[in-house]
């Protein structure tokens, strides 16, 4: 299955710890890039591989993988992290699905 | 410094067709796999087709295929989408985005700004 699950929403307080997770079979084989989208703006990469991070994105920022599982995690989480988040995975066909998205609000 | 740039965006009737442009520059163009990833209006992203730097390989959503084919002219830097049979559900935000795969990990590193592709009659 190419499908990759994100739970819908996730909420976390100021300056704590939040983890987004993103289920699918491709997980096991494939690992997962996870994009910041703010309103009105184009994605942004934040992690990629094993727990790679593109220049510019902070170290708060971190991904991890397990079995079917790609999970990011934002240490101390700030008001400018708000925004939603997509996961995305290669299938076996060669296809490149995302996630349904993850919106996080900073309470 | 990279850009993509989209264009072509715009109206058409249920049915019509659309060809839409992304114009590369920063990076060599042809080491690089392209896709097209739309975002329908308060939706998720949609990642729907993509083509190998030789241009020789492409992929395909299963909501697009036999309707959209993605190419690219490497002597120009440029990425096409060409949509035929649109329907309303086609309607989103198109965005061309890099692919990069170094050290057999995958992603998507470079955005354009989109351009709006609206079906409607």
């Known amino acids: 299955s190419s499908e990759l699950t994100q739970d819908p929403a996730v909420s976390v307080a100021l300056g704590q710890t939040v983890r987004i997770t993103c289920q699918g079979d491709?997980?096991?084989?494939?690992?997962a890039s996870w994009y910041q989208q703010k309103p009105g703006q184009a994605p942004v990469l934040v992690i990629y591989?094993?727990?790679n991070r593109p220049s510019g994105i902070p170290d708060r920022f971190s991904g991890s993988s397990s079995g079917n599982t790609a999970s990011l995690t934002i240490t101390g989480a700030q008001a400018e992290d708000e925004a939603d988040y997509y996961c995305?995975?290669?299938?076996?066909?060669?296809?490149?699905?995302f996630g349904g998205g993850t919106t996080l609000t900073v309470l | 410094e990279v850009q993509v740039l989209e264009s072509g965006g715009g109206l058409v009737q249920p049915g019509g067709s659309l060809r839409l442009s992304c114009a590369a520059s920063?990076?060599?163009?042809?080491?690089?796999?392209m896709s097209w990833v739309r975002q329908a209006p308060g939706k998720g992203l949609e990642w729907v087709s993509g083509?190998?730097?030789?241009?020789?390989?492409?992929y395909n959503a299963d909501s697009v295929s036999g309707r959209f084919t993605i190419s690219r002219d490497n002597s120009k830097n440029t990425l096409y989408l060409q949509m035929n049979s649109l329907r309303t559900e086609d309607t989103a935000i198109y965005y061309c985005?890099?692919?990069?795969?170094?050290?057999?990990?995958?992603?998507?590193?470079?955005w354009g700004q989109g351009t709006l592709v609206t079906v409607s009659s």
């Open positions: 985005a890099k692919d990069t795969y170094s050290s057999g990990f995958h992603r998507f590193d470079d």
């Open positions: 920063g990076f060599t163009f042809t080491s690089h796999a």
């Open positions: 083509i190998s730097g030789s241009g020789g390989n492409t």
């Open positions: 491709s997980l096991r084989s494939h690992y």
């Open positions: 591989g094993k727990n």
């Open positions: 995305n995975s290669r299938d076996s066909s060669g296809n490149h699905p």
